[in-house]
Structures are given as structure tokens and as C-alpha cells.
């Protein structure tokens, strides 16, 4: 579970924030050895740490939570630049605050697609934390998105993508030429009560259903 912490200032950094990106960096370098170097890992790390510092609430585990959004960043960006071979459809989830519609969608997407897809999701505006019905109502179809965390889109994972599913995002959603886009009506839930958030749940459970489909991912 992350617990969450008052406001966080942008800009600051603590010095234990500062060598636990140290070490971030140590295992991405590792990690894709060949492909980045340091500098480029580090502009990476960096930059997610504001980004999701930025979002209004700060976990406990920030200098992680940038490890895990620069791996994701930096393997989409690998993607685009052609350094591995994965074939497999790359789907985004995008909504206004990735606290809910899109969790939610990508819970059910990567519990569905399992191994036969790769997807994530983002928002235009991040919330500080997930909305906590939205937790509960996946949690009663067995789906755990409690470590899930709000972060922004970027360019490289929307230009990574082979479809991008937006919902309620408005002008605020990404827009890149060649890729797939569809739009989904769904309510936002925050501000609901569980009751609505269930009938939101079961009708992206639908949702992606049909997009797998669609995809032919079995």
C-alpha cells in the first residue's frame, strides 16, 4: 500500500530522494545497457520526479514511483526508436485525472490481455491519488490497482502506442498521426458514491471486452 503524504513543493528534493534516484539511475543504466546512457536515464528520472511531484500529493516512495514511470517512458521511447522487437499492440488509457476511468480500464485490460498486449495509462491533469471507490469496485472483481499511482501522459508513451482510448479529456487528450483513437463516454467518478462507481466499473469492463475484439487479443 502507498501512503500519502501533505502537498510536496516543486523543486524541492530531499537528500535521501537524491541517492535513492542515485540508485534508480545505477539500475536503469543496468538495465538498458546499450540502448541509454547515463545522461539520458538521469534527464528521464528527473523529470518524472517533478512530474509526479507536481500532482498535488506526494507517496511515501516518490524516487520509486520515478524509477517505475522513467522504466515505462524509457522502453515506450525504446519502441519508437526500434531497439527491441516486440510486436505485441500497445494500448494507452488516457483520462482527465488517471485516478479512475483509465485505472480502471487498464486493471482490466492487463488482467484480460495478460501477456498478449502492453498497456498503460495517463492523464492530462493528475490527481494527487487514486479515487478510492474506484479501488474498492475493482478490488470486488478481484483486480488490485491499490498500487496503481495518478501520472501524467507523455510523449513518448502516447507515440509508442498503437491505440489510444480517451475518456473525458477533452482538447487536454494527445493527438499524434498514425495512431488509433477512440473515444469512450464514460461518467467521471469522482465525487460519486459506490453504487455509481460500480455501474461506471462494469460498463468499462464491457468496454474493454470489445476492444480486445477488436484487436483479436485472446
Known amino acids: 500500500m ?11 528534493m530531499t537528500i535521501a530522494d537524491h541517492v535513492a534516484l542515485h540508485s534508480a539511475a545505477v539500475n536503469l543504466g543496468h538495465e538498458f545497457h546499450g540502448i541509454y546512457g547515463p545522461e539520458t ?4 528520472l528527473h523529470e518524472s520526479y517533478k512530474q509526479l511531484a507536481v500532482a498535488g500529493g506526494v507517496p511515501t516512495f516518490l524516487p520509486l514511483l520515478a524509477e ?3 522504466r515505462q517512458r524509457l522502453h515506450a521511447l ?13 494500448v494507452l ?11 480502471m480500464a487498464l486493471g482490466f485490460f492487463t488482467r484480460l490481455a495478460r501477456d498478449n498486449a502492453v498497456a498503460c495509462s495517463g492523464g492530462s491533469e493528475p490527481g494527487p491519488l487514486l479515487n478510492p471507490f474506484a479501488v474498492a469496485a475493482m478490488a470486488e472483481r478481484g483486480i488490485n490497482i491499490r498500487g496503481a499511482y495518478p501520472k501524467p501522459w507523455t510523449d513518448e508513451v502516447v507515440g509508442a502506442a498503437d ?4 475518456m473525458g479529456c477533452g482538447d487536454a487528450c494527445p493527438v499524434f498521426a498514425g495512431i488509433h483513437y477512440e473515444n469512450w463516454d464514460v461518467r467521471d467518478p469522482a465525487d460519486l458514491d459506490i453504487q455509481d462507481v460500480r455501474r461506471i466499473r462494469d460498463d468499462i469492463e464491457r468496454r474493454v471486452f470489445r ?3 477488436d484487436l483479436k487479443i485472446p
Open 2 to 12: 502507498i501512503d500519502y503524504f501533505p502537498p510536496h513543493t516543486p523543486g524541492t
Open 41 to 44: 536515464i538521469e534527464r528521464f
Open 68 to 70: 517505475r514511470f522513467s
Open 78 to 90: 525504446a519502441r519508437i526508436e526500434g531497439h527491441h522487437r516486440d510486436r505485441r499492440p500497445v
Open 93 to 103: 488509457f488516457v483520462c482527465a485525472h488517471n485516478a479512475g476511468r483509465s485505472q
Open 163 to 166: 491505440v489510444v482510448i480517451t
Open 211 to 213: 476492444l480486445l475484439s
